[in-house]
Each structure stands twice: as C-alpha cells, then as structure tokens.
Nanobody, 129 residues
C-alpha cells in the first residue's frame, strides 16, 4: 500500500519559516520524481516545486523562487520543502505527490496534478499577517 504522509505544517507569522516533510512508503522512492502542490481555499491546486529522482534538478513556480527549497533524501524515502520568508498568500494546504519516472536522467519540470501517480493527504500552512 502506497502512503505519502506530509508533516510540518502549522501557523507562522509573515516572514517566518517552516519545513515540510513527506515520508513515502510502498514505492521504490528513488524511481519517482516528487512534487509539492498547494491549494488555497476557493482556488485550484497548483504546482509549487518539484525534484527529480536523483535531486539533480529542481523546479519552482515563480512566486516561491528564492524563498522555497525542495530537497530529498532517498535513503530516508523523504522529500522536504523548506519555506522561508513566508507570506499570507502562501497560506494553503500543501500536498506532496509522486510521479513514476523510469529514466533516471529525466530533469525536473512543472507538473500538473494529473501527472502524478500518488498523493498525500496534505498539511495546512497558515501565514498570519
């Protein structure tokens, strides 16, 4: 049974930091590119960041470039999202997701929700002004 379990969300003030973690089980983690998505109330789910199988390449949506960092530890089957300089507009439920990627050299890219094979249940990040 595949499980992706996010943790690390919470309430933080504007300018603060949080680190999200996503622990995977039931998959060969190193065979999957990983993505972070978020969904704010009344809005569509959007791609935030992504990382290739080997962590050799990453993708960030423009609104988080320079503030968020995605990383992974294949030995721990875990992907992370370090979020700095948080803004109220970052408030959302954050989801991690996995996409099977057979070629190890495939670079990271912006994923659409429909690209992903497995999803976590999400963790809420609230940034107060």
């Amino acid at each position: 049974q595949v499980q992706l379990v996010e943790s690390g969300g919470g309430l933080v003030q504007t300018g603060g930091s949080l680190t999200l973690s996503c622990a995977a089980s039931g998959i060969t983690f190193s065979s999957y590119a990983m993505g972070w998505f978020r969904q704010a109330p009344g809005k569509e789910r959007e791609s935030v960041a992504a990382i290739s199988r080997s962590a050799s390449s990453t993708y960030y949506t423009d609104s988080v470039k320079g503030r968020f960092t995605v990383s992974r530890d294949n030995a721990k089957n875990t992907v992370y999202l370090q979020m700095n300089s948080l803004k109220p507009e970052d408030t959302a439920v954050y989801y991690c997701a996995a996409r099977f990627t057979p070629r190890p050299t495939t670079p990271s890219r912006r994923f659409s929700p429909g690209d992903m094979n497995y999803w976590g249940k999400g963790t809420l990040v609230t940034v107060s002004s």
